[in-house]
């Protein structure tokens, strides 16, 4: 079967690529820049890509973009939403993630090839669901964040994640597309790509030994989010939306697993600030499980990101 990949060579879509090629499906991958080798080479050294790898330019603000990557596709994942801007979050970050998955999901309607769109969602898209957040509070699915809420908290990147589900649910239903989503909270393990992913770079600094800031974070392999995207895929019955969360917890916990796990490293035991830590919550995992996945544990994540690292020789 083909399959389409948007954001085709980012942390988690090299991965749903590479394990892709590995289940056989011949896969085109849409980037922005396949003229940069540190974008596109990874991508073309995976096992298959010789034989079953097509890359596609497209940009997720230009209309019809996608339209030629998609046609004759039996899945498309579309992975591809900025994760970081520097002056203009409208422009930076809304933009390309609320306009382009709709500019995706026009090319889905336009070709009948189409059986299922795996949209790569957020736990941010869950999260500021005004409700409380306290250690007996279990987040699932059935959470929407609040857009007035992001705003106001002037969480944007959250914002976006919230706004380009909420238009993709209102668009699939209009358009009769089967859309699954996925919701990873922040993703860790190795990376494909040669340069060191926004959602990995704060396990670096704290091994660089930066105090730990006193907030709290749910942790997954970046392997179990490619095959939940996969599974969703290609389960018949998979539907509506995935939490993909193996632990939530204080960073100073983190902090103490990778004193643990590498003695040797200087990593710093003090928080940014004195105030009382932030209190944790729980994830479902009943959904994710339901798809088959089996969690890494973040102990096993955590050192593979370390040695990854160390291959690359950022440590
Ligand atoms: P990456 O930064 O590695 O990948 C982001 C992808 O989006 C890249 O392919 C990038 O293309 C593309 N992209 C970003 N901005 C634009 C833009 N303006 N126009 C076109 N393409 C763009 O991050 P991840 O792999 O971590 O993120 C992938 C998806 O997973 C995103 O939707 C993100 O929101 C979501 N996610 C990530 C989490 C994490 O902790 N990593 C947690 C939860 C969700 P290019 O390579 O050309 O820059």
Known sequence: KVVCVIGGSGFIASWIVNLLLQRGYTVRATLRDPSNPKKVDHLLKLHGAKERLQIFKAD????????????????????????????????????PAVKGTLNVLQSCVKSPSVKRVVLTSSISAVLYADRPLTPNAV????????????????????????????????????????????????????????????????ILSLINGAPFPNRV?????????????????????????????????????????LRNLYPSLQINDECEDDKPFVATYQVSKEKAESLGIEFTPLEVTLKETVECFREKNIL
Request: hydrophobic residues 40%; aromatic residues 10%; negative net charge.
């Open 139 to 202: 987040v699932d699915e059935t959470w929407f964040s609040v857009a007035d809420s992001c705003s106001k908290l002037e969480r944007w990147y959250s914002l976006s994640k919230t706004l380009a589900e909420d238009e993709a649910w209102k668009f699939a239903k209009k358009n009769g597309i089967d859309m699954v989503s996925i919701l990873p909270s922040r993703v860790a393990g190795p990376l494909l790509q040669p340069e060191v992913n926004e959602s990995v770079k704060p």
């Open 217 to 257: 974070f749910g942790w997954v392999n970046v392997k179990d989010v490619a095959i939940a995207h996969i599974q969703a895929y290609e389960i018949p019955t998979a539907s509506g939306r995935y939490l993909i969360v193996e632990r939530v917890m204080h960073v100073s916990e983190l902090v103490r697993i």
């Open 60 to 95: 997720l603000l230009k209309d019809g973009s996608f339209d030629s990557a998609i046609d004759g596709c039996d899945g498309v994942f579309h992975t591809a939403s900025p994760v970081s801007y520097f002056n203009d979050p409208q422009a930076e970050l809304l933009d």
